[in-house]
């Protein structure tokens, strides 16, 4: 049964009454279907979970995201992702009434076919309005299969996506609120209302999100996990490696932490680069006391129903305030042989991979400069039409890695990264996004990006390692990436 999105007049309500009474009608079926039998799993053990929910529009001045910062309650479950230059395009969402977590070469898969069953025994609205509206799973994935194991990356599952208690999705001015519950067989449909009432009530209908400290006080501590002299030596290795045969390309990425006096605020930080950095795709996922964020100008997939997009992007170089140098740089980016050598190899991977799923791909001839706040790339746009009805996160089981994270081969590539390295990236350079109930969806990868756990931000950057590369000139190009993060970690 299809039930329409309602609109909520202007009240201080998040849910006007006729769409209380729609949701407790829905709370009611949902664990009818759930004694009944619906949304049971007996390869997972689980026996009767169904999903309730119901969609609603907001005020139009509705902030996603700083509703969802002002509101969250301490550990809560919290995930935002935008690009703000997109007609303000944005998700944010609270709480997780069913997390689908996995680990190992199957990640994708699994959560897939959890959500996958979730959303088809759901008793709510349709997909409709702003990409995101309705029920969705939000979250990420480590970059290796096993990522995320050691201490500081606790919470961040290989795989794990929420589906949220409350979730805002915004276009242009159109905002949609969506609540939602699990329903079991022991469940009170009465008490699953209430509980939601409960939490509505404790939103703040923010319209801005909280500004960083424009004088903190204490000291600031800027250190490389490890010595630079490691990186360089680690680029020295890869490019003998590369030009024994063994490989084209290989990413390498390093970790600098800024120690605080005090704790970070992520929401503070995630506004930052929210104004800094328009055009990226701003994400941030919280896990318990942590959270894990960025500003990417890397899309791994968007799949609107049978048509999926996706950028080639590699070869950078810095920005410049004086325009005419900036054209200079750019121009020297499109003409360096070493970094469009580099773009090339990303470009073919993409598109190899996804042609077995599509009746067309198609890439732009020529890459692009593409310029953001601190660095300029070269990008390729790429676009498929699908072949089968493979969801956003089947996708981007497809590309992750592509050889802008990881290499080429991969193959090698992957035993080569953890050696020179010598770290755990945990969900740095993963995949992270949202799915809708349609399988539709989008995935950025994750760069630019910091791991804030209290007053210690761990921050990581990479460059492609091919066989012209130059130990210092890498790793002076990953102090370029860093910036975008440095300077608004450390006062």
Sequence with gaps: MKFSTRARPASPEWLDRPARELLSARLHEAVRRARAGAGSDRAAGITGEVLAAVTVRVARGTDPAAVVAASRQPDEPWFALEQ????????????????????????????????????????????????????????????????????????????SLHVPRISFARRGGDVRLTVAALATPDDDPAQLLAAIEQRLEGLRAASALPLLDPAPAGRYEVV???????????????????????????????????????????????????????????YAVGRGASTFLGATPELLVR??????????????????????????????????????????????????????????????????????????????????????????????????PTPAVGGEPFATAER????????????????????????????????????????????????????DSDPAAELAETEIKLQALLPVLAG
């Design 84 to 159: 703000p230059d997109r007609d303000g395009t944005a998700l944010a969402t609270l709480g997780c009434v069913r997390a689908l977590e996995a680990r190992g070469a199957d990640r994708f898969d699994v959560v897939t076919r959890s959500w996958r069953r979730l959303a088809a025994d759901a008793v709510a609205d349709p997909p409709e309005g702003p990409a995101g509206a309705g029920l969705v799973a939000a979250g990420g994935f480590a970059f290796a299969p096993q990522g995320g194991g050691s201490p500081v990356w606790a919470g961040f599952a290989p795989a």
């Design 224 to 282: 490389s996990a490890m010595p630079p002299e490691h990186y360089e030596g680690a680029v020295v290795r890869a490019t003998e490696r590369i030009k024994a045969g063994e490989l084209e390309k290989v990413v390498l990425a390093r970790e600098v932490q800024v120690h605080a006096p005090v704790a970070h605020d992520p929401g503070a930080v995630f506004g930052a680069l929210r104004d800094g950095f328009p055009g990226c795709f701003v």
């Design 303 to 400: 799949r609107d129903g049978e048509r999926a997009s996706t950028v080639a992007l590699a070869g950078s170089t810095r920005r410049s305030a004086d325009p005419a140098v900036d054209d200079h740089l750019g121009e020297a980016l499109m003409r360096s042989d070493k970094d469009r050598g580099e773009q090339a190899i990303v470009t073919r991977r993409i598109a190899r991979a996804l042609r077995p799923h599509a009746l067309w791909v198609t890439a732009a001839p020529e890459p692009v400069v593409v310029r953001v706040a601190n660095i300029q790339h070269l990008a390729t746009p790429i676009r498929a039409q699908l072949s089968k009805p493979l969801g956003a996160i089947a996708l981007a089981d497809v590309l992750h």
């Design 416 to 467: 080569l990264i953890p050696q020179l390295e010598g770290f755990d990236r945990g969900w740095y350079a993963g995949p992270v996004g949202w799915t809708d109930a349609n399988g539709d969806g989008e995935l950025c990868v994750a760069l630019r990006c910091a791991l804030l756990r209290g007053p210690v931000a761990h921050c990581y950057a990479g460059v492609g390692v091919v066989r």
